[in-house]
């Protein structure tokens, strides 16, 4: 699989949307040499995105997957240590973008503060994304959504957990509302009153978007997406978005189908073909074909496993050809 920097690969840190700035010459050295050196890849071969002020490595990480063998009280409760591990690992490796919620919870482990443990004091450059509504009473049952006076408490609650007095960058997760402009509304007042750096939106389409743009400024919008998502209305957020200079954060790029449960294994034969082709693994391509689709695209893969989170930053450093991505983009066709 691939883990290390193909020869001749140069990052682009501090730059926007680092793999399409790389020349002609060079795309086609890496896309045609799966070989590898020694070197570890690092989260900046994927180049850069700002939120808002913050910029960000556009391969990031998800703590949903830290405090289980499957998300919320699906699976079995994760070992401590390596949960620590992984994300002390994913810093290391320049991951410097991680979404998290306080209610991403199993019987024994908070993801937040496993975040807390394992990087407080936090590095300077480390971005920190939680979401706000949905609310998961103390057994782990989903209880009745936050309405807009109680958004305060579940914001509070984030910063009690990771230990902070602001938050980077909150998102709100939209809970079947028709309109979220009284929820977003709540929000913009606590960033007004700095309790917030910047707010994203969740779980919404471009009528959500726009309400909330005519609130307060919107940095990121986070969907489900992925490789086998042949959704219309999707497609047209992540273009608006790349239209208005804002970034989309897809999950379940690697879980597909599977959703919270777990990773999906049903791969499509090109997909796998591709995979050989560059000598990476199904989920590394669904990441490369993620980070392919705009600068703005950024991607969050959640793991506890820490070889899959190399594997997982290593996909930053993947390029696709034309081909390739016209192979890859016919199975959303056929899906749709
Ligand atoms: N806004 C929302 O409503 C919302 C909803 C869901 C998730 N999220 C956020 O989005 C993030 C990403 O979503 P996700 O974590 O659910 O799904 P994901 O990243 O698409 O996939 C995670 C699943 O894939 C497996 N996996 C990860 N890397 C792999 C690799 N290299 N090879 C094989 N399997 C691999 C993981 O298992 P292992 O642990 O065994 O690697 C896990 O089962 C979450 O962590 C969370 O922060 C947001």
């Not at 896309?31 to 556009?58: F, N, Y």
Request: one cysteine or more; hydrophobic letters at 40%; a negative charge.
């Amino acid at each position: 699989m691939l883990r290390t920097r193909p020869p001749g690969l140069v990052a682009a840190p501090g730059e926007q949307g680092g793999p399409f700035l790389l020349p002609p010459t060079l795309l086609r050295t890496v896309c045609q040499t799966p070989s590898m050196t020694s070197e570890t890849i690092t989260a900046d071969a994927s180049g850069t995105w700002k939120l808002g002020d913050l910029p960000v490595h556009r391969l990031g990480f998800g703590a949903m997957r830290l405090t289980g063998s499957a998300a919320f009280h699906h699976g079995t409760p994760s070992d401590r240590d390596r949960s620590i591990a992984v994300l002390r690992k994913a810093v290391e490796l320049g991951v410097n973008h991680i979404d998290t919620a306080a209610f991403y919870f199993s019987a024994l482990r908070s993801a937040n503060e496993l975040i807390n443990t394992a990087l407080s004091p936090y590095p300077d450059d480390l971005v920190i994304v939680t979401k706000v509504g949905p609310h998961r009473d103390y057994s782990g049952e989903w209880a009745t959504s936050a309405r807009p006076d109680q958004l305060r408490g579940h914001v509070e609650e984030n910063l009690r957990q990771l230990g902070r007095d602001h938050l980077d960058v909150v998102n709100l997760r939209r809970m079947r509302q028709d309109s979220i402009a009284e929820h977003f509304g709540a929000l913009a007042e606590l960033r007004e009153a700095g309790l917030i750096r910047h707010l994203g939106v969740s779980d919404v389409e471009v009528r959500h978007l726009d309400e909330a743009l005519a609130i307060a400024p919107v940095v990121c919008v986070q969907n489900r997406w992925g490789l086998d998502s042949a959704d219309p209305a999707t497609g047209e957020l992540v273009r608006v978005c790349g239209e208005r200079g804002i970034a989309f954060v897809p999950f379940f790029a690697v879980a597909g189908d599977a959703g919270a449960l777990g990773a999906t294994g049903n791969h499509d034969e090109e997909v796998l073909a591709v995979a050989r082709a560059h000598d990476a693994g199904a989920a590394q391509i669904r990441l490369a074909w993620t980070l392919h689709q705009g600068p703005h695209v950024l991607a969050i893969p959640g793991t506890g496993n820490p070889d899959h989170l190399a594997e997982n930053v290593a996909a930053g450093a993947i390029r696709l050809t034309e081909d390739e991505l016209t192979r890859l983009d016919a199975l959303r066709t056929s899906a749709g």
